[in-house]
């Protein structure tokens, strides 16, 4: 009988040991990205925090569109870019019924036009009146990134909303942030097309000028979406990322410790990152 009871525990230990290692970290989790600045970052942040916690984690780069359809089909778990309820709800309709939504991680993102602190004009309209401190080549000038950009084209709109007597002269995202840090430095006046998150408000006291005429639109929220089994394959994963918050400035910081320790390798910046948000983070994982 004695032997009969431990070959009967033997067989049990033998056939429980397999389910004891099958843990949920050890399926995978992918990670879609589209190449934008903010979701590099927060994506590159989840991989280095799940990855803390035992997960294996891949990110899969692609269009915005793409992923969405990915996540919905179950080909990709996770991705941390829909601008809701205006910029992007004609693709997350298409997936809504197939995706839990997370958040929003992100309460305010909108596009506009900006100032440093130490201009003194609070609205849009108060641009005509001020068109002097603003001058450029002898043209009051706003400073703009790419032509056919949405936001160019929003400040095109603007000018004839408001008829500001402004040049609005384009070039790239780099090209405006350079004249910005050239006026900062200076504390010279500059008015420039800008959105967020951006790193450049953890950098700059910066403030949007006021749009009574609504032409910029009003903000969305950036949410995360994940497969519709997420949370019961990964029920941990799925609670600390529905205690995810970031704001401009913890955000902002984190773009820019990834630019400080280098956009090739953004883990190391996001590495960076965490060891100064210690108690942030903490609040997710708990």
């Known amino acids: 009988m004695k032997k009969w009871l431990n070959a009967a525990r033997l067989l049990l230990l033998t056939c429980y040991i397999p389910v004891a290692l099958a843990a949920p970290q050890d399926k995978p989790i992918t990670i879609g990205v589209n190449n934008w600045a903010e979701n590099i970052a927060v994506a590159n942040l989840w991989k280095v925090l799940l990855a803390k916690k035992g997960y294996t984690v891949n990110l899969q780069p692609g269009d915005k569109a793409l992923i969405y359809s990915g996540v919905a089909q179950g080909k990709l778990d996770l991705t941390f870019e829909v601008w809701l309820p205006s910029a992007d709800a004609a693709p997350y309709d298409n997936v809504k019924a197939h995706v839990e939504r997370i958040g929003p991680w992100f309460d305010k993102a909108q596009l506009g036009l900006a100032v440093p602190d130490y201009v003194k004009v609070d609205n849009v309209d108060q641009l005509n009146t001020q068109a002097a401190q603003f001058a450029h080549d002898g043209k009051a000038t706003i400073f703009g990134i790419e032509s056919g950009s949405g936001l160019m084209k929003l400040t095109a709109k603007a ?3 408001y008829g500001l007597d402004y040049s609005v002269l384009p070039s790239s995202e780099a090209a405006m942030l350079l004249a910005l840090t050239r006026a900062e430095q200076r504390h010279e006046p500059i008015v420039v097309t800008l959105w967020n998150p951006h790193w450049v408000w953890a950098k700059y006291p910066m403030h949007y000028l006021k749009d009574p005429k609504g032409t910029f639109g ?13 949370t019961h394959d990964y029920p941990d994963a799925s609670r600390w990322l529905h205690q995810w918050k970031m704001d401009d400035q913890t955000l902002g ?10 956009e090739a390798t953004p883990e190391k910046g996001v590495t960076a990152w965490i060891g100064k948000n210690p108690t ?4 997710w994982l708990k």
């Open 253 to 262: 910081s984190l773009m820019n410790d990834i630019r400080a320790d280098g």
């Open 159 to 161: 000018k004839t909303d």
């Open 218 to 230: 009003t903000p969305d929220a950036i949410y995360g979406i994940a497969a519709s089994n997420f």
């Open 280 to 283: 942030l983070v903490a609040q």
